[in-house]
């Protein structure tokens, strides 16, 4: 996956390219991220319209294996938080890793959104099935162009 370990204050590309070689499959996903008080918010992205370098990424997994299977994960959903400023946050963790914080809050606020996070909380179900629709659509657009 390439954007969940963000969530873990992991630096994305290093990660990338650490697992490449045992790579076999990859859900392969955009993100947007928004600095909040407690950490930050991150949403699934139509592919080309969040932070992350797709195409980067692509060349890297299908280099270390010509064979791997990309799969589309673009869920449409509200935004998830990501408290990595609170001590609930770090709780789960053997410990507190304050440069990998730092460098991920730097990432964040160096990347804001190209547009306001998605948010489906008030939006019907059909209107929710539809913007999946669209957004997964996109995804694919980009990855033919």
């Known amino acids: 996956d390439t954007?969940?370990?963000?969530?873990?204050?992991?630096?994305p590309y290093a990660v990338i390219e650490a697992l490449a070689p045992y790579a076999v499959s990859c859900h392969l996903k955009d993100i947007a991220v928004q600095l909040t008080e407690d950490g930050f918010l991150i949403s699934e992205v139509p592919f080309g319209t969040g932070m992350l370098d797709l195409k980067r990424i692509v060349r890297t997994l299908a280099k270390a294996n010509t064979a791997i299977d990309f799969h589309v994960e673009m869920a449409t959903r509200?935004?998830?938080a990501v408290p990595c400023r609170t001590d609930a946050y770090w709780a789960v963790f053997s410990e507190r890793r304050e440069a990998d914080l730092q460098r991920t809050l730097a990432m964040v606020a160096a990347n804001p959104p190209k547009q306001p996070?998605?948010?489906?909380?008030?939006?019907?179900?059909?209107?929710?099935?539809?913007?999946?629709?669209?957004?997964n659509h996109a995804c694919l657009q980009w990855a033919v162009q």
């Open 78 to 80: 509200d935004p998830l």
């Open 3 to 11: 954007g969940n370990n963000i969530t873990m204050c992991e630096e």
């Open 117 to 135: 996070p998605p948010t489906v909380a008030e939006l019907s179900a059909e209107r929710i099935l539809a913007d999946e629709e669209k957004n």
